[in-house]
């Protein structure tokens, strides 16, 4: 391996080390903290959240070897599908010794009660609690139902990956639900803690520097690509060793970081919260969620300023389009016919001066003759055009008559179309006339 090129006693990157080689982080000494509290007030059901990698198991082994084996019992379970049964005896193995029957309820709540009341606590540990049968539900919901109301004889703990909601929807977790009253949320690595936890690996594996076994900005690499998950921030720090011992690096670059980085297949993205948690800790901003949000946020400006110009180009165009509305009239579309106006009369001929004015000559009078005809009505000047389905009479006459200066007035139009009224729906097609002057005048 690369122990010998770098000059390190062991693999400083080894998931399954031992405790000297982990770190105490805030928010790690917080969630240890916290169960621990919550064990000594017996709360029933403690759930406790964290990303895949986090290191939540790692975590509740190191509440176990902290704490007193006389005063605190506890159990591990990490099979998926046992039932009460099976859960029954293991708590009769704790109580009352290797190889014991399995008790009832009653017997084994007396056990329980009597170790609550000597001061003594029990505690069930549960890995991977999605993983876990209907039947290894309810044999987990019937233990937190012993006590009843009273306080709870067993404290549960229930490791669970965000978002957790999944879990509590099952109708076999319906009893834990009720008694889940506590999360605790283990938060990820800030980056100054990623690259200490790097350093500190380093030290441990017998590197007196780590600058010279990775330089700061492979560490740096492997920190952002982390996102904050301690087992990946392992297995990517194991990686880029071994490419820069196969490429003679030492201490490795940033390019020999990079490459070896993305080398691998991409991890699987962080599945989205359905809700926040709700933590005893103070909550903060990984860098993964940094990381998150500036990407959201790069997106929405590559969508939002386009969308803005097209809204501006829009805006004018339509301001430019009623200008030309009121500055002149608009012209008649080419299949609109109307009936031609009557030529203008000529003007009357000049009537000659007369010198003098002679006396009139008598005339005879005339027989009577018939009344001249009545002047024949000028031609109206009118539109035909054809309706759609559900105009109106008043719909046609603002769309016709845009400009006031060329509107005739709303009677004229009602006259035109004796058989038609002013708000009855048109048919498709129907005829309607509209009074000069037109629309291209």
């Given at each position: 391996?690369?122990q010998a090129?770098?000059?390190?006693r062991q ?13 105490e982080t805030?928010?790690?000494q917080s ?9 000594r007030r017996?709360t029933?059901?403690i759930?406790l ?22 005063r605190?019992?506890v159990?591990?379970?990490t099979?998926?599908?046992?039932d ?20 009832p309820g ?10 609550a009341?000597?001061?003594?606590t ?10 876990l ?10 233990i937190a139902?012993?006590?009843g109301q ?8 229930l ?6 909601v999944?879990l509590?929807?099952?109708p076999a977790?319906?009893?834990?639900d ?10 990820l690595l800030?980056p ?10 380093l030290?441990q594996?017998g ?5 010279r076994?990775?330089?700061p ?17 392992l ?10 011992a196969?490429?003679?690096r ?6 020999t970081?990079?490459v ?15 809700r ?10 990984s860098?993964?969620?940094?990381g998150?949000?500036?990407?959201i946020?790069h997106?929405?400006s ?6 803005m ?7 004018v165009?339509?301001?430019l389009w009623?200008?030309?509305d ?10 609109l016919?109307?009936?031609p106006a ?5 003007p ?8 003098a004015?002679?006396?009139p ?10 009344a001249?005809?009545a002047?024949a009505?000028?031609?109206?000047n ?7 389905r559900?105009?109106t ?5 603002r769309?016709?008559y845009?400009v ?5 007035p709303?009677?004229?139009?009602l006259?035109?179309?004796p058989?038609l ?7 498709a097609?129907?005829?309607?006339a ?8």
């Amino acid at each position: 391996m690369y122990q010998a090129f770098y000059g390190l006693r062991q693999m400083p990157f080894d998931v399954a080390a031992d405790a000297s080689f982990l770190i105490e982080t805030a928010g790690r000494q917080s969630a240890l903290d916290a169960i621990a509290d919550q064990v000594r007030r017996r709360t029933g059901v403690i759930t406790l959240e964290g990303w895949p990698g986090a290191g939540k198991t790692e975590l509740l082994r190191a509440y176990e070897r902290g704490v007193d084996p006389d005063r605190v019992r506890v159990a591990w379970i990490t099979r998926p599908d046992f039932d009460r049964p099976a859960l029954f005896s293991l708590l009769a193995e704790m109580l009352a010794g290797p190889f014991a029957a399995p008790p009832p309820g009653q017997e084994l709540k007396r056990l329980l009660t009597e170790r609550a009341t000597a001061g003594q606590t029990t505690v069930l540990l549960v890995d991977d609690t999605e993983t876990l049968s209907d039947n290894a539900l309810l044999a987990l919901g019937s233990i937190a139902d012993l006590a009843g109301q009273e306080e709870s004889l067993v404290s549960i703990v229930l490791v669970v990956r965000p978002p957790f909601v999944a879990l509590f929807a099952r109708p076999a977790a319906a009893a834990l639900d009720r008694r889940a009253s506590v999360r605790v949320r283990l938060p990820l690595l800030t980056p100054a803690e990623a690259r200490g936890l790097i350093e500190h690996r380093l030290n441990q594996s017998g590197a007196a520097d780590p600058t010279r076994v990775l330089s700061p900005e492979a560490i740096e690499a492997i920190v952002v690509e982390a996102g904050g998950i301690p087992r990946r921030l392992l297995s990517l720090g194991d990686r880029v060793l071994q490419a820069g011992a196969v490429a003679r690096r030492r201490p490795v670059d940033y390019a020999t970081a990079e490459v070896a980085i993305h080398a691998g297949a991409p991890a699987p993205a962080a599945p989205v919260r359905v809700r926040p948690p709700i933590s005893i800790e103070r909550r903060s901003f990984s860098a993964l969620e940094t990381g998150v949000f500036q990407r959201i946020a790069h997106g929405v400006s590559r969508v939002a300023i386009p969308a803005m110009l097209l809204i501006v180009a829009l805006g004018v165009g339509y301001w430019l389009w009623a200008l030309s509305d009121d500055v002149g009239p608009r012209r008649q579309p080419a299949d609109l016919v109307a009936s031609p106006a009557p030529p203008p009369a000529p003007p009357p001929a000049p009537v000659p001066q007369m010198a003098a004015a002679a006396p009139p000559a008598p005339v005879p009078p005339s027989p009577p003759q018939a009344a001249p005809p009545a002047p024949a009505p000028a031609p109206v000047n009118l539109l035909f055009i054809s309706a759609r389905r559900g105009d109106t009479l008043r719909t046609l006459y603002r769309a016709a008559y845009r400009v006031p200066r060329y509107r005739p007035p709303f009677d004229q139009l009602l006259a035109a179309n004796p058989d038609l009224t002013a708000d009855r729906p048109l048919n498709a097609g129907e005829l309607v006339a509209l009074p000069g002057p037109l629309i291209n005048q």
